[in-house]
């Protein structure tokens, strides 16, 4: 895969991620949540653990990267608390958690319930979608293009608060269609 490739494919899994966008206050003030290892994911092989490690790994290669994230998106995403919601095909939930700073990922964690135990004020940016998805964007060419697309057939559903980051992801769909 090229490194385009590669950026495209972080680019779209922080799109697939809009799910935890708090205020640039809150991220600073994160300091009591539960440490959790951005890229480790838990030793055991559940479909769930699975999924989590391989966005654990693609959070990575989007840091490493960021140079090459779209704008567009990184403004986005910005510093904003993501909550992610993904319908597992085993029919259990995947509940996850970014905190992004300055448009990178600083901090990303699942959780068992359906709101986040640690978040203070509320995502900004939630997604919702099903393992099948993820996976589609994920192993796409284009996984921004994809994931655009997915948001038009709406079976990536990504709720924005405010005017701003409705502008940004509507912009973000324009572009990327």
């Given at each position: 895969m090229s490194p385009c490739s590669k950026t495209r494919v972080l680019s779209l899994f922080i799109l697939v991620m809009l799910l935890f966008v708090p205020i640039a206050g809150a991220v600073s003030?994160?300091?009591?949540?539960?440490?959790a290892d951005l890229y480790n994911a838990p030793e055991n092989t559940t479909t769930e653990n699975t999924l989590f490690a391989e966005l654990s790994?693609?959070?990575?290669?989007?840091?490493?990267?960021?140079?090459?994230?779209?704008?567009?998106l990184?403004?986005?995403?910005?510093?904003?608390?993501?909550?992610?919601?993904?319908?597992?095909?085993?029919?259990?939930?995947?509940?996850?958690?970014?905190?992004?700073?300055g448009g990178k990922i600083r901090d990303f964690y699942s959780y068992e319930t359906p709101t986040d135990p640690n978040s203070k004020f509320g995502p900004s940016i939630?997604?919702?979608?099903?393992?099948?998805?993820?996976?589609?964007?994920?192993?796409?060419?284009?996984?921004?293009?994809?994931?655009?697309?997915?948001?038009?057939?709406?079976?990536?559903?990504?709720?924005?608060?405010?005017?701003?980051?409705?502008?940004?992801?509507?912009?973000?769909?324009?572009?990327?269609?």
């Open positions: 003030n994160a300091g009591n949540i539960q440490e790994a693609k959070a990575e290669l989007y840091n490493n990267n960021f140079d090459k994230v779209p704008e567009v990184q403004r986005l995403v910005a510093s904003e608390e993501i909550a992610g919601k993904i319908k597992l095909e085993n029919g259990e939930m995947l509940y996850v958690t970014l905190l992004m700073g939630t997604v919702e979608t099903d393992e099948k998805t993820i996976q589609k964007v994920l192993d796409s060419e284009e996984p921004l293009k994809e994931a655009v697309k997915c948001m038009n057939d709406d079976s990536l559903k990504v709720e924005t608060e405010g005017l701003f980051r409705n502008l940004m992801l509507s912009t973000l769909k324009t572009f990327y269609k």
